[in-house]
Nanobody, 111 residues
Framework: VQLVESGGGLVQPGGSLRLSCAAS????????MSWYRQAPGKVRELVAS????????NYADSVKGRFTISRDNAKNTVYLQMNSLKPEDTAVYYC?????WGQGTQVIVSS
């Protein structure tokens, strides 16, 4: 199993980023996928999750209405669209398919 995140970077408050996680080594359309994040000095937390068919999603209260998780099973990729970013969204964002993790992509929200 391999999970490779991309799309992180530096963005100003109020800006947007789209993270991607390219998956391989398993039947992608059979598994639910999740995004987690870990800020410096804090525990890793669930940001959003999506079922295998994309029919159901779940979000942390802190990102509801700002972030959207989606997936393209034809491309074996899960996305996290992040809008109205805040400094407190600064973290390393990880893609997860239990029990596997990607290497993470850094998101910094700062002016």
């Amino acid at each position: 199993v391999q999970l490779v995140e991309s799309g992180g970077g530096l963005v100003q408050p109020g800006g947007s980023l789209r993270l991607s996680c390219a998956a391989s080594g398993f039947i992608f359309s059979s598994y639910g996928m999740s995004w987690y994040r870990q800020a410096p000095g804090k525990v890793r937390e669930l940001v959003a999750s999506i079922t295998s068919d994309g029919g159901s999603t779940n979000y942390a209260d802190s990102v509801k209405g700002r972030f959207t998780i989606s997936r393209d099973n034809a491309k074996n990729t899960v996305y996290l669209q992040m809008n109205s970013l805040k400094p407190e969204d600064t973290a390393v964002y990880y893609c997860r398919r239990r029990p596997y993790w990607g290497q993470g992509t850094q998101v910094i929200v700062s002016s």
